[in-house]
């Protein structure tokens, strides 16, 4: 009872984490930005957690070619009612005003005696903006994507069969594929359930030893932790200013000079070696360094047990084809949206690394972290943080539907044999 309990608190504590992240992630849409460079300039306001009695407090910062008291007024498209904002009386070229404004829609209007101007919005609701984002996704690319997911599956639960052969079990494909759905279907509610309830399913079905299965899903997670590993590589020396900004957003230092990663990294690493040669004698016969070694070993062996397969060569291939599916099915949503349409691969790649460090948090089936991931791989490269919110969701509903579609099948189908196979186990006794 104890054991369900912790299991309870913990769910609680990730699903809290997921939705703290999701809540982060939409701040800079609810409570956004805007920029322009024109006389009129149309802009929305939601609820605010700020002490305003009627909606959400807007801070317009405008900036003028002159220094002389300026004209403003907001106005609501609502009910026509006006707004002065009550700038400073200090003459400058950058004043700024904070007006509470009721939820709505409107628009703010500058008088052109006031020169060029530029004008800053902060505390708008950008909410249609992502609505409207979001609804740019072809639905070829939505479609396109739903099956390249599932081809994954496919994949993974063919490759698996290939780990399983030398070992003289031989399980049926279809037994396979739907075992590895159920895996996805479970890490979705469950953090990092699924590779087990796959091996008890496969277990109950085809009656091959847990132990036995555990054992080549290691090996699996050792094959695509370097194909990770490469993939994230990739990334990082294709952006690397990217990069390093996408790091300070996470960690929330301001600093995007690379030098001090660089400079703190080699810091670090000089300390490690030096602490190693002064307590090496300690440090090589400690627990926690024998514990190292022994899953490097493993993870050596691993990779030695893949190469000596008979079928090697259509291992590799489906290690491929996986990777590449995982790539695929946000590329061809971000080709199917006007805003991201111009996105090359390196920087498509660039966005499923952030999206993988955002799924590494174990929120249930990666709600809000990889929303928040994705959307900071956005602001990195330099794009709308918005646009990148609405890419996310658009990529996070599509492939939460087909693993719950592929799931729910595969469940029934691995429930359905496995009655079968009872009814025939009772009627041979």
Known sequence: MGKRIKNIIKYILFLGLGVYLFYTATLGITRGSVSADQFVVPFAVGHGMEACDLGGTVEITVSTSSDDPIQCVVTSTADGKAYAPDFSTERSLARSAVVCLPEGSYSLQISPQAG???????????????LQDMSRANWWGIALSFLLGYLAIVSRGLRWLMLLEPMGYHPKKWNSIHSVAFAYFANTFVPRSGELARCAVLNQIEDIPVDKLFGTVISERVVDFVMLFTMTGLAILTNLGAFNVLLSNMTGESDSSMSPLFLYGGLVLAGLVLLFFIFRRKILTS?????VVSFLKGVFEGLKSVLKMKRRGAFIFHTVFIWVMYFLMAFVVFKSIDGTSHMGIFDALFVMVAGGFGMVLPAPGGIGSYHWAVKLGFIALGLSGTLGFAVANVIWL????????????????????KVKKDQETEAGQ
Request: proline share 2%.
């Open 287 to 291: 627990p926690l360094f024998l514990k």
């Open 116 to 130: 060029e101007v530029n004008v800053s919005l902060n505390g708008v609701n950008r909410t249609d903006e992502l």
């Open 398 to 417: 599509t492939q939460t539907l087909m693993i719950i579609l592929g799931g729910g099948i595969g469940y029934l189908a691995v429930m359905y044999v």
